[in-house]
């Protein structure tokens, strides 16, 4: 079983900066993948970032250049840290996580088992 617990949300003006942070517990094993989602009001959860244990990354193209994930495997951290912020980036953002899974690209909802509760970005223009 996985924990995931998200934390760094908060309100910034358009072209701010939040770094996004995911702290996971429990087993897990070494070859895993973990994603970045957000879901804003009456719209579907979307994939933004997700990086497997060896560092390999893929990003959807809404935030490709302008957010970074990464993560620190001794603390089972993950980060998403978000540059140029816009208002239509304003979501709930949620942790994801697989043991068994190896994204070779964003996933969709339904590739990962386990979840955090999410943490609010809200952009101000």
């Known amino acids: 079983q996985v924990q995931l617990v998200e934390s760094g949300g908060g309100s910034v003006q358009a072209g701010g900066s939040l770094r996004l942070s995911c702290a996971a517990s429990g087993y897990m094993y070494r070859s895993y993948c973990m994603a970045w989602f957000r879901q804003a009001p009456g719209m579907e959860r979307e994939g933004i970032a997700a990086i497997n244990w060896d560092g390999t990354t893929s990003y959807s193209d809404s935030v490709k250049g302008r957010f970074t994930i990464s993560k620190d495997n001794a603390k089972n951290t993950l980060y998403l840290q978000m540059n140029s912020l816009r208002p239509e980036d304003t979501a709930m953002y949620y942790c994801?996580?697989?043991?068994?899974?190896?994204?070779?690209?964003?996933?969709?909802?339904?590739?990962?088992?386990?979840w955090g509760r999410g943490t609010q970005v809200t952009v101000s223009s």
């Open positions: 994801a996580a697989d043991p068994s899974v190896r994204c070779t690209r964003v996933p969709d909802r339904a590739d990962l088992d386990f």
